[in-house]
């Protein structure tokens, strides 16, 4: 295992709907569906803010995980990040209705002095400006790991693009691929992205699995079907939660390895949608896990 794995990202609750129900105050935010994915598989320090209203029975949840809060600062002039969207129209892109940043519009991550050892780092979306601020802040990574979104896109492309130069693996969905490439068809936009800096691309492709490029090499896998879909929130950071985290604990960022990263990411994704917000990520065990992985294998290979 490696010298284990620092994820910088948001911290929020969420009021989701979906044709299933309504979700209120659930425990949400890039870093928290990271770092939860992440756990099963390496240790995780999680950097991250909230406000005065966050309960301390979350945070002795992530630490039970085993996920070390010491990077997660607490501001007792507001609130924490909360986040409202429906998926009534469409299960694969959630409509934002509500963006309350509260304390995380100051977020100014400060990392603790044991976690700028880290040898695996994962940006998650968050200002471009804040994921190089990071990358000041962390002594000698063995590798670093960035997702973004369309927003940073279009109104930070000159500094993504600066931090694109500082990174390893880049993870994305197929829109941002697009948005951010110019081009429509997703295997030209990932070798267009590889030649802004990054050797390794991911591009999540919701229900329809992922493309990964690396080097010159290419791997699709399929999804992992299920039936019923029921909360897509965090779906993205948790596949990336179980690629990062697979990577940390097998030290070993091989194209043969990054291909099996994909299918863990994959499986704690699709685990994630079959619940409201966290619910199922905080009841899974290893052997449903790697059961999950080796149905998907089936799948792939004739």
């Not at 931090?163 to 994305?172: M, R, T």
């Amino acid at each position: 295992m490696s010298n284990n794995l620092v994820v910088v990202g948001s911290v929020a609750f969420d009021h989701v709907e979906t044709p299933v129900g309504i979700r209120e105050e659930s425990l949400g935010g890039s870093a928290v569906y990271f770092s939860y994915s992440a756990g099963y598989f390496t240790k995780v320090k999680l950097v991250g803010v909230i406000g005065d209203d966050f309960p301390q029975h979350h945070i002795e949840q992530l630490k039970k995980h085993g996920i070390d809060t010491k990077g997660l600062v607490r501001k007792t002039n507001g609130k924490t990040f909360r986040w409202r969207g429906s998926y009534l129209g469409n299960l694969n892109e959630a409509k934002t209705l509500e963006t309350h940043l509260n304390v995380f519009e100051t977020f100014d991550p400060d990392l603790p002095e044991d976690f700028r050892t880290a040898e695996f780092v994962f940006l998650a979306n968050i200002d471009p400006e804040l994921q190089l601020k990071v990358l000041e802040q962390v002594r000698s990574p063995k590798y670093i790991v960035c997702d973004t979104m369309n927003l940073w896109i279009d109104i930070k492309r000159n500094v993504l693009l600066k931090l694109l130069k500082k990174i390893d693996l880049i993870i994305l969905n197929d829109a941002e691929a697009k948005q951010l490439t110019g081009e429509l068809n997703l295997i030209k936009a990932a070798r267009s992205i590889q030649k802004l800096g990054p050797k390794t691309v991911v591009v999540k492709k919701g229900e329809h699995g992922a493309l990964l490029v690396n080097e010159n090499n290419l791997f699709v896998t399929p999804a992992f079907p299920i039936e019923k879909v029921v909360d897509p929130t965090g779906a993205g950071d948790t596949f990336a939660g179980g690629m990062v985290g697979y990577l940390s604990k097998t030290n070993d960022t091989s194209f043969k390895n990054l291909k099996k990263a994909v299918l863990y990411g994959t499986v704690m994704a699709s685990f994630n949608v079959e619940n409201f917000s966290m619910d199922n990520l905080f009841n899974l065990s290893q052997e449903k896990i790697e059961n999950r992985v080796k149905e998907l294998l089936e799948n792939i290979s004739l």
